[in-house]
Each structure stands twice: as structure tokens, then as C-alpha cells.
């Protein structure tokens, strides 16, 4: 199964680093990962014989498989995540640090040997359009197939990314071993300096698949400062009007918030010609353009999806989208070997294999799936992806979005008044915790941007950078902030969400483009009665007034807890975000 070095690449430096890290952790053989589709079926075939993957219904999934992982692995390890910056204010208070000799000592003493009877397989991979400054290569040496078959989905992977590096030695260096799964030896160290990620003992998604929050967002976030531009945690979509003219917008929302959904959405029947299209529905790398203006681009190829909720009525682009070619983890399976999870349509079967392999039977208390269950699916499979995914400078964006999981406070939409007041928004953007989280349920949790677990630097010096965007940006997009889970006093959703989303969508593409006016409340512009359209919506308007109501009691807690979260930060909170807190509080009646 091993191949040569220089059929597929001449770049020196790439091979004695490959050859480096082959030296220490002493793998039987080295394969060269080209890309390719034969490449992909001897894999996958490998795979399959040795239990990694088992191929699901092919009739019902053609080109499907499924993928169970250690029972100790199945999810973001955010306490064994170090940001490994020469000093620790570099990393931050939100960040678990690590100094950097420290790490690659600890780290290399878990590699040295740790392939031995093992394959190593060298990944070359772009993330974003090929060929376009936004993008970024990577190369990630792993000595698991399942990573390689979903590095495959999930990026521009092989031939074509060595490629574009040529001879240069501006590449992300990712190490990554399985190891033997222990938690106890379990760390995934980022090196921003060194444009580097070494990940030991975890198999599961983003611990493992290295482009993905690992380069995309944590070496991202810090590449972008460097650079003069943001890598956000952020959906991509399109929504082209009845008149032919489609507008861009990003969006940032915390998991459990329906982000996947909104990229996907599909406007009610009231909006007839209107069409949303999906650029990406997770990471977005936003550049300042030619003309001024902010453009993004999807640094991504597939989507790695939660699967328990998706199902025909929340997501029915997403169903489509993993019908074929997908690859699926730790979800259950069917009695005719088809998948199946929670929120899944239609009856629950009376007997499943559950996520574990065990038999499952209607009724229990486990769950079948497990909560974070994945599908990984090619981007091309989205019947709605825009045609200009692939664009070498990206989408121009109209509108920032961020959203949280509110049932009080902030309402279903308001505008910021500047980009100073947008930054803040989107810095004391917050969610509340379910049961199913921690046990604790309603806890109001910070997640600037959606961003806490995935900003590779100090997030005080995260919220500067941004502030700093304005002067770089000079026509920069409107920044709003929604917020579809507010509930009434017996605790009911006062907004329907999923696609009549749409509604206020509208509403924020055109407010972007200045076509329709608003209201200035005190902490924001809110639309006026009837801006919103609610035409073919059975609901009460006492209720959209409910959800879009400012409860000054409310936001008076609400700004003193912003308070606490910014104290946490010392001398490197932006003083402007302060200061707006402070202005906002003083509106209040005492």
C-alpha cells in the first residue's frame, strides 16, 4: 500500500519533515495520499476489512457507511484543547494554555513509536477554493484511514493541494496518532507561531480531522489578526429574491441553535420565486475585497453534521445531501441496515443496534444514537449549494448574524446602531444550557461570536481585532442579532423558527440594502408593526410582539452579567466594549 514521494510532490522541505515525523513515530509504511477516486475505493475497502467502517444499505444509502467509535471518544475534548503561545496572556483566560517546549516534549515522548505496526498516511489538503489567496494548505499526517476518508469529504484533498504548495514552506504541520484512546493521554495542541497542530489519543472529528476546527478556526483566528481578516465559526448563505438579485449573508450561532438549518432553510410557501443557497454551513473566512467591501469564503468541501434532529421537517436539504457518498458515526442502525437517530422520521422501530453495536428496543432509556452522532456528506450533494461556492474571492457579505439560545431578554431580531455596537453584540453573545448539556438547565453561558472554544489567541485581543476590521472595511456589512427561541410565561416558543425564519431573514437582506425602515429601541433597531411579514403564518401578532418586546428589568441583569464576563479579561478589554456597556446600562431607569 506504499507510495513514493516524488511522483507526487518535489518540495523538499514537505518530504524531510514527512520523513521527520515518520522517523519518530516508526510506522511500518508511508502512503502518499493523492485524492483520487481509485484511491478513495481501495481505502474504503480497506477499511471495510478491517471492521473500521461497515457499509450500510446500499440500495437505501448508496455509497454509505457506517463508523462506530470508542465509547471514550466521541466528542470536542475542550479541557485536553491546549493553545501552546510563549506566554499565557498570548492564549487567555478562555483558553487552556500550555507553553510550547513543554507540549512538544509531552507530546513527543506519546509519538515516539506510537505507529509501530501502523500506516502512516500523509494527507495534503486546501482549505477553501483552490487557487485563491484565501485559502490555506495543510498537511496532516494521521495514522487513521477513517480520517483520511472523511479528509477526503471534507476538504480539497490530494494531488491538487501539493500542487498548489509547489515548492513553498508555508503549509500547516498537523501530527495526529489515535494512539490506543486512553483520555489519560489525550491532548490536542495548537502552535499558532509555528502554524502547527499535533493531536494524540482521539479519533473523533474535529480532534482529529485537522483542517477543520484545528486549522480552520484556531490557527485561523490567529492567522487572520496576523493577517488583517477574520476566520469565523460562521454559516454562508445566499438568498436570491424573485427579481434575480441574491444577497450574502454570514451567520454566528452556538451549537443547539438551528445553524446548519438556517443554511439550509427553505423559505415557506408565501415566498414564492425566493431561493436560499448554501455557500457553508459551519466556518467562514472573511476577507476585505477589492471593492471595499467584506467577502467570505467556505473553507470547507462537506459538512460534518450532528445528526440526531435532522429529519424531513427541520432539515429536509440536509436528508438530501447525506443520501449518497456519506459517512456516518455513531448513529444507529435499522433491521435492513439503514441509519437511524432521535428526532429521526416517522415511527421509532422497535428494535435497533444502537451506536455501541448492542441491541436496542423501543422503549428504553438509552438513547440509540448517540447525541453527538455525525454524518459526514460532500458539499456537492446539497441540491441547494450556490454555484459560487467554488469562487476563487469568495461572496460579498450584506449582513452579520448572530443568534444565541435565549428564552428571555433579547428579542427575535434587532440591528446594531454601528459596527462598535455589532462587535459588542456579537462579544456578549450568549446561550442557555439544556438538560441535555449539564444537568443545569438555563444557564445563561458567553459564547462571543459562537467562538470561545475556537479562538486560537487571547479573546480580549479577538474582540480588538475586530473593532480594528472597521477601519479596513469601508463599506462593511449591517451586524444583527436574532434570537428565535424566546418563550412565553407557560414556556412555549413564542416564533414558529426553521423555515419561517425566512420572514425575518427578509427583513435583515432588507434592512442591508436600505429598503425598508426601522424602529430604535434602546439597545438596538427593531422592526416596526408590520415589517415583518407574518402573511399565510397562523399566529397571534401578540405574540411577535412578545418576542420582539425589550424588557428593560431583564436587560438590566443582562448588562451587569455582561460585566463580569469582561472583567475576566484585565487591561486587554477593549475599553470601546466597556464603554457601550456602560452607555447601554445608563438608558436604564435606576
Known amino acids: ?18 520523513n521527520e515525523m515518520a522517523t519518530m513515530t516508526t510506522p511500518d509504511q508511508v502512503v502518499w495520499c493523492d485524492g483520487s477516486e481509485e484511491e478513495r475505493k481501495r481505502l474504503t475497502e480497506y477499511a471495510v476489512s478491517k471492521g473500521i467502517l461497515t457499509p450500510l444499505n446500499q440500495q437505501k444509502h448508496p455509497g454509505c457507511y457506517l463508523h462506530r467509535s470508542s465509547s ?5 475534548v475542550e479541557h485536553l484543547t491546549f493553545i501552546c503561545t510563549p506566554t499565557k496572556d498570548e492564549a487567555g483566560p478562555t483558553n487552556n494554555w500550555m507553553a510550547p517546549d513543554e507540549a512538544y516534549t509531552k507530546l513527543r515522548g506519546l509519538f515516539a513509536g506510537s505507529m509501530k505496526g ?3 498516511y500523509v494527507v495534503p489538503y486546501v482549505m477553501g477554493p483552490l487557487n485563491s489567496e484565501h485559502s490555506k494548505i495543510g498537511i496532516e499526517i494521521t495514522d487513521s484511514v477513517y480520517v483520511v476518508l472523511n479528509m477526503g469529504i471534507m476538504t480539497r484533498m490530494g494531488k491538487p493541494a501539493l500542487d498548489m504548495l509547489a515548492d513553498s514552506e508555508t503549509f500547516n504541520r498537523g501530527l495526529h496518532c489515535t494512539g490506543d484512546l486512553n483520555p489519560e493521554r489525550r491532548y490536542i495542541c495548537h502552535f499558532p507561531q509555528d502554524n502547527a497542530i499535533w493531536s494524540f489519543g482521539s479519533g473523533y472529528g474535529g ?8 486549522l480552520a478556526l484556531r490557527i485561523g ?10 476566520a469565523e465559526h460562521m454559516l454562508i448563505l445566499g438568498v436570491e429574491d424573485p427579481s434575480g438579485r441574491t444577497t450574502y449573508v454570514a451567520a454566528a450561532f452556538p451549537s443547539a441553535c438551528g445553524k446548519t438549518n438556517f443554511a439550509m432553510m427553505i423559505p415557506p410557501k408565501r415566498f414564492d420565486g425566493w431561493k436560499v443557497y448554501t455557500v457553508g454551513d459551519d466556518i467562514a473566512w472573511l476577507r476585505v475585497g477589492e471593492d471595499g467591501r467584506l467577502w467570505a469564503v467556505n473553507p470547507e468541501n462537506g459538512y460534518f453534521g450532528v445528526a440526531p434532529g435532522t429529519n424531513w421537517q427541520s432539515n429536509p436539504n440536509a436528508m438530501k445531501t447525506l443520501t449518497k457518498n456519506s459517512i456516518f458515526t455513531n448513529v444507529a442502525v435499522t433491521k435492513d441496515n439503514g441509519v437511524w437517530w432521535e428526532g429521526f422520521d416517522g415511527e421509532v422501530p422497535d428494535e435497533l443496534t444502537d451506536w455501541k453495536g448492542n441491541p436496542w428496543k423501543k422503549g428504553s432509556t438509552e438513547k440509540a444514537a448517540h447525541p453527538n452522532s455525525r454524518f459526514t456528506a460532500p458539499a456537492s450533494n446539497n441540491p441547494m449549494l450556490s454555484s459560487h461556492v467554488n469562487d476563487a474571492r469568495g461572496v460579498p457579505i450584506s449582513a452579520i448574524i448572530f443568534g444565541g439560545r435565549r428564552s428571555t431578554t433579547i428579542p427575535l431580531v434587532m440591528q446594531s446602531f454601528n459596527w462598535a455596537h455589532g462587535v459588542y453584540l456579537g462579544a456578549t453573545m450568549a446561550s442557555e444550557t439544556t438538560a441535555a448539556a449539564t444537568g443545569a438547565q438555563g444557564v445563561v453561558r458567553r459564547d462571543p461570536m459562537a467562538m470561545l472554544p475556537f479562538a486560537g489567541y487571547n479573546m480580549a485581543d479577538y474582540f480588538s481585532h475586530w473593532l480594528a476590521m472597521q477601519k479596513r472595511i469601508p463599506y462593511p456589512p449591517k451586524i444583527f442579532m436574532v434570537n428565535w427561541f424566546r418563550k412565553d410565561k407557560a414556556g412555549k416558543f413564542l416564533w414558529p423558527g426553521y423555515g419561517d425564519n425566512m420572514r425575518v431573514l427578509k427583513w435583515i437582506i432588507d434592512r442591508a440594502h436600505g429598503s425598508v425602515g426601522a424602529q430604535e429601541s434602546l439597545f438596538g433597531w427593531v422592526p416596526k408593526q408590520g415589517h415583518i411579514d407574518l402573511s399565510g403564518l397562523d399566529i397571534d401578532p401578540a405574540k411577535v410582539d412578545e418576542a420582539t418586546h425589550i424588557n428593560e428589568a431583564e436587560w438590566k441583569d443582562e448588562l451587569l452579567s455582561q460585566r463580569q464576563f469582561f472583567e475576566q479579561f484585565g487591561d486587554r478589554m477593549p475599553r470601546t466594549l466597556e464603554l457601550i456597556r456602560q452607555e447601554l446600562l445608563s438608558r436604564l431607569p435606576e
Open 118 to 120: 501502523r500506516t502512516l
Open 1 to 18: 500500500m506504499s507510495n513514493g514521494t516524488t511522483t507526487l510532490t518535489k518540495n523538499q522541505r514537505l518530504i524531510d519533515w514527512v
Open 72 to 76: 471514550s471518544d466521541v466528542a470536542r
Open 221 to 230: 483566528s490567529y492567522l487572520g489578526q496576523k493577517e488583517g481578516w477574520l
Open 207 to 214: 480532534n482529529a480531522l485537522l483542517g477543520k476546527k484545528c
